[in-house]
């Protein structure tokens, strides 16, 4: 019984805090992907040989995202040059 009640009151706690009832302002989920992008464009660094893999997730990941959601990446030119350069390598 007492098993019972602590996953019961465990989901509950578990769901509250997912529908952020702590009455913080969310981020929109079409922003944190954009924001992911951004993040995966800056994680490649200076190109490489072993850049490759890093280059794709980058690629992938931008190219899921919407037209407007492309606009928003700040550093999409970073990526394009760092395919380019690996390219070249």
Known sequence: ??????CALLIVVTLLSA???T???QVPVSQ???EH???LIDAI???GYTSLSA?????HAYNALTEEQ???VINAQTLLDARKTYNEL
């Open 19 to 21: 529908c952020g009832g």
């Open 23 to 25: 009455g913080e302002p």
């Open 45 to 47: 660094g200076e190109v």
């Open 37 to 39: 992008v951004i993040s």
């Open 55 to 59: 280059i794709n997730r980058a690629e």
């Open 32 to 34: 944190l992907e954009v």
């Open 1 to 6: 019984m007492r098993k019972t009640i602590l």
């Open 70 to 72: 492309k606009q928003q």
